[in-house]
């Protein structure tokens, strides 16, 4: 068994208002056992020189889909037309012939003038099925390769598909469009792929200070990824069962309620939608949006 840990700091904030300082910090195992305390006879003892704070809690996040990202073109620095076209063409290059192209994270307020991409966008990646998901994951932009795979005559409920002045589509799959037209077409991660990105998506919260993530998760993936894991798992997470239907499936609930809960894991609820988002203007008010007035 390893012996504690004595660590001497220039200051820790605790988070304690009767102790909201401390020079010194004795951990034992994962616990933090006392602070401005005597070394204990066997700890370690690390003289840090720095600073410490309480782990981060980052209480609304899809964790893994953010692992996934973090091996696909990440789109959230793209800053023009130019930039996006050439992220695409870039990555095309790098990938199977039989590979989609996955990406995430654009933004229209990121590039002057802020219109919508449309799928002449993605020409860069040919005949190859590509998907490009907003930041928000409520919209998707997709090339020929996939619309051809869509149903683009049924009416959806709840999301829209993009269409220009000749009512082809865009390309843009908006809201429900984007959930249930396009997402049950993109190969779904392996198991060993999920498990890939739900370590890598701990190591990356670990690396900035989070230590505990509410996350909506799919009820598939947490069977799939969380369940297999759970007594390996290094933050605390509390999962929100997603659910991109309304009303709610009854035995996303159920599922919710079979589930034991410890430190690391707990499913707390589940999610549903109402309405949209801000950033597609998508997201119910009172009022035409201001630089939208035909919503």
Known sequence: MAPPIHLRLERAWTNDPAHPVAR???????RVVALDAARPAAAEVIDTGGYALPGF????????RGGLSLTQ???ASVRSRAEFEAAIADTHATLPDDAWLIARGWSQENWP?????????LAAAGARPTVCYRKDEHAALVNDAVLARC???????????ARDRDGEPTGLMIEAAAWHRVNPLVPRPSRADLAHALDAAETYALDRGITTVGSMEYRKDVEAA???RRTHLRL???ITLLDRSWPLDPDVLRFARTLPID??????GAKSFLDGTLGLRTAAMLASYADAPET
């Open 24 to 30: 010194t910090v004795t951990t034992d195992g994962d």
């Open 57 to 64: 809690i980052d209480a609304h996040v899809h964790f893994i």
């Open 73 to 75: 073109l990440d789109l």
């Open 113 to 121: 003038g802020h219109a919508l991409p449309d799928r002449r966008w």
């Open 151 to 161: 149903d683009l005559t049924t009416p959806i409920k709840g999301g829209s598909i």
């Open 226 to 228: 969380y369940l297999p």
């Open 236 to 238: 605390r997470h509390r």
């Open 263 to 268: 430190d690391r894991l707990a499913v707390i």
